[in-house]
């Protein structure tokens, strides 16, 4: 069973960073393409960043280029969101997805990720 376990979440102040973790377990993840999305409350899940299985390729969302910086370790089976210069318009729950495969017509959305964790709460005051 695949699982995807977030940490790193906690109040900050703004300008203030974080580091996020997705720990990975249950397959190999060699192949994988990771995402980091968040949802604050009343919105809708929001897509904040990629990269590629080969690592070769991210991309990130207008609102956190620039501030955010997604990396892997494949040793690790673990990704991470390097969060700077954070704004109080940051504060959201924070989730990682993983997925099998990489589109980039459809890297944005959430349909395109198989396996997602259970979310880690950022919050930035101001």
């Known amino acids: 069973q695949v699982q995807l376990v977030e940490s790193g979440g906690g109040l900050v102040q703004a300008g203030g960073s974080l580091r996020l973790s997705c720990a990975a377990s249950?397959?190999?993840?060699?192949?994988?393409?990771w995402a980091w999305f968040r949802q604050a409350p009343g919105k809708e899940r929001e897509f904040v960043g990629v990269?590629?299985?080969?690592?070769?390729?991210?991309n990130y969302a207008d609102s956190v280029k620039g501030r955010f910086t997604i990396s892997t370790d494949s040793a690790k089976n673990t990704a991470y969101l390097q969060m700077n210069n954070l704004k109080p318009e940051d504060t959201a729950v924070y989730y990682c997805?993983?997925?099998?495969?990489?589109?980039?017509?459809?890297?944005?959305?959430?349909?395109?990720?198989?396996?997602w964790g259970q979310g880690t709460q950022v919050t930035v005051s101001p």
């Open positions: 990269i590629s299985w080969s690592g070769d390729d991210t």
């Open positions: 997805a993983a997925s099998t495969y990489y589109s980039v017509s459809n890297y944005h959305l959430t349909s395109h990720y198989d396996y």
């Open positions: 249950g397959r190999t993840f060699d192949d994988t393409t």
